[in-house]
C-alpha cells in the first residue's frame, strides 16, 4: 500500500510540465538538480538551531536584555490553598458565582478573589525576559538570512528580469547558494514550529501555526518541483521586513518608546510595500502570468499559487492587525501587540484607579478636590 502510495504521488504529472520526465532532472556533465531527498537534513538542522538559538538566548541575548534593564520578574502570590486547588483542578477564570462562593468559603471579598485569580494567570505568562529573547532570536536570524539573501540573489538575471525565471524551466541547476538558503530557511520554519508550544502565546497562535506549516509546505513543494528561482524571490520579500518588526518589539520590552514606535513605522511601510504590492503585482505576476508565456498550465502550477495565494491572504490578515496597532500608536499615542493578552495591563490601570480613588476619598475627607484644591463647604456634590 505504501509503495502504490509512493509511486502515485511522485507522478510526474502532478510535478513536472508536459512531456517532462524525473529522468531529465538527474546530475549530468557536473550539473547539480534538486532532489526531494535533500529536505531530509531540514529537520537535523531546525533541532541543531534549537540548539544554537539556547545557547544565543543565553549568552547573547540575557546579557543584552540586562544591559537594557530587563529582569526576571517574580509575580508573587499570596498562598491560598482553596483558590489554588480551584485554580488547578476546576477553572483558571471563574464565574461570579464560582467567586462569590469562594469569597465566603476564604472570608475574603468579591474584589479580593478576582485580584488573587488575575495575578496567579499573570504569574504564568512569559516574562518580558523571555519574549526580549525570542524577539533577539529571531531579529538576528532575520538578519543573517536577509543578509545573506541579498549576497546571492544580487548577481542573479531573474532578480531584474522575472522571464529569467521560466527561462529553460524546469530544467535548471540548482547552485550552492540556492541550497543553502532554502535549507536554512525551511530549518527555521521547521525550528519555530518544533517551539511554538513553549514560545510566547499571542491571540494570532493559530495563525501562527498555519503560516509556519504553509511556509514549510510551500518551499517543500517549490523545491520537488524546481521552483528554485521563484522561491528564493518570495523569501527574501518575506524576510526584509521581518528584521524590522523583531526589533521594534526588542526596543518595545526595553521600554524605549520612541525608537520602538520609530522601528515600528519603519516595518509598517516596508510590509506593505513588499507583502501588499510588491508580492501581488511582482511574485503573484510572476508566478501566474509569465508562466503562460513558457508552459502549458499544469496541476504543480496550479497548486504552487493557490499556496501563494492563501499566503497573500495571511498578509491581509497580518495588515489588519498592523493597522490597528498604527491606530493605537497616532492615536493613542502607544504601540502595543494587539495581538497580545493585556490582563496584566487592565491589572497594572486597576491598581492605580483604586489608588487614585483612594487618594480622592482622602481629599473629600479633608475638604480638598480630586487636584487637591480647596472646596467651599457644601459644594462636595456638585
Not at 498562598?79 to 465566603?104: M, V
Not at 471579598?109 to 533577539?136: D, G, H
Not at 508565456?293 to 496550479?302: G, K, N, Q, V, W
Not at 497580545?340 to 487618594?359: I, L, N, R, Y
Request: charged residues 20%; hydrophobic residues 45%.
Amino acid at each position: 500500500m505504501f509503495w502504490m502510495f509512493k509511486e502515485w504521488f511522485w507522478l510526474e504529472r502532478f510535478w513536472l510540465p508536459p512531456m517532462i520526465k524525473w529522468s531529465d532532472l538527474e546530475d549530468h556533465d557536473g550539473l547539480v538538480f534538486v532532489k526531494p531527498s535533500h529536505l531530509y537534513m531540514t529537520i537535523p538542522y531546525a533541532f541543531l538551531l534549537l540548539i544554537i538559538r539556547r545557547v544565543f538566548e543565553n549568552f547573547i541575548a540575557s546579557p543584552l536584555a540586562k544591559s537594557f534593564g530587563i529582569k526576571e520578574t517574580v509575580r508573587k502570590v499570596t498562598p491560598n490553598t482553596a483558590l489554588e486547588n480551584f485554580f488547578k483542578h476546576s477553572t483558571r477564570r471563574p464565574l461570579q458565582t464560582d467567586i462569590y462562593g469562594l469569597a465566603k468559603k476564604c472570608n475574603l471579598t468579591e474584589r479580593q478573589v478576582e485580584r488573587w485569580f488575575r495575578n496567579r494567570r499573570n504569574q504564568e505568562r512569559p516574562s518580558r525576559l523571555k519574549k526580549f529573547q525570542e524577539a533577539c532570536w529571531r531579529f538576528a536570524f532575520y538578519l543573517i538570512i536577509t543578509v545573506a539573501g541579498i549576497a546571492f540573489l544580487y548577481d542573479k538575471p531573474w532578480l531584474y528580469d522575472l522571464g529569467e525565471v521560466w527561462n529553460g524551466y524546469p530544467k535548471q541547476p540548482l547552485l550552492p547558494s540556492q541550497y543553502w538558503y532554502y535549507i536554512l530557511e525551511m530549518s527555521f520554519y521547521w525550528s519555530l514550529l518544533f517551539r511554538l508550544g513553549f514560545d510566547v502565546k499571542r491571540k494570532d497562535f493559530l495563525a501562527h501555526i498555519i503560516h509556519h506549516l504553509a511556509a514549510i509546505s510551500l518551499m517543500s513543494f517549490s523545491w520537488c518541483a524546481n521552483y528554485i528561482r521563484s522561491g528564493t524571490l518570495v523569501m527574501i520579500v518575506h524576510d526584509v521586513a521581518d528584521i524590522w518588526l523583531e526589533s521594534a518589539k526588542m526596543f518595545s520590552y526595553a521600554g524605549w518608546t520612541q525608537t520602538c514606535n520609530t522601528l515600528f513605522f519603519i516595518f509598517s511601510a516596508i510590509f506593505f510595500i513588499s507583502r501588499l504590492i510588491v508580492f501581488p503585482f511582482w511574485i503573484l505576476y510572476c508566478t501566474l502570468i509569465i508562466p503562460m508565456y513558457y508552459l502549458e498550465p499544469f496541476f504543480s502550477y496550479i497548486f504552487l499559487n493557490l499556496q501563494l495565494i492563501i499566503l497573500q491572504v495571511l498578509h491581509l490578515y497580518w495588515g489588519y492587525y498592523i493597522l490597528k496597532m498604527l491606530n493605537r500608536c497616532i492615536f493613542m499615542k502607544n504601540i502595543q501587540d494587539v495581538r497580545s493578552d493585556d490582563e496584566e495591563e487592565e491589572e497594572e490601570e486597576e491598581e492605580e484607579e483604586e489608588v487614585t480613588k483612594g487618594k480622592e476619598m482622602d481629599c473629600l475627607k479633608n475638604g480638598l478636590g480630586a487636584e487637591r484644591h480647596l472646596i467651599p463647604n457644601g459644594q462636595h456634590g456638585r
